[in-house]
C-alpha cells in the first residue's frame, strides 16, 4: 500500500475512498482509531492508503478530481 494523502479532513478522506471505490481500486484509511487515544480532537491526521501496483491510476483519479494539492510527493 502506498500512501497519496494525509489529512485530519474526514470529508477529504470519504470523497477520496468513493473515487477510488468507483474505480475499484482498493484503499484504506490509516489511523482511524487514533482518535480514540487523542480524544477525538481531530489532531492527528489520516493516512489515505492504496493499492501500490495502481498508484499512477490513483494519482491520476485524484488529480482529475480537483485533489492534486492534497496529494504526497
Do not use: W, Y
Not at 488529480?63 to 492534497?70: F, H, I, M, R, S
Amino acid at each position: 500500500m502506498i500512501e497519496l494523502i494525509r489529512t485530519n479532513d474526514p470529508v477529504l478522506l470519504s470523497f477520496a475512498e468513493s473515487l477510488m471505490k468507483e474505480a475499484k481500486i482498493h484503499c484504506l484509511i490509516a489511523d482511524e482509531g487514533m482518535s480514540i487515544l487523542e480524544g477525538s480532537l481531530g489532531m492527528l491526521p489520516r493516512r489515505f492508503l492504496v493499492e501500490s501496483d495502481r498508484e499512477d491510476e490513483a494519482r491520476q483519479i485524484l488529480k482529475d478530481a480537483g485533489l492534486a494539492a492534497e496529494l504526497r510527493p
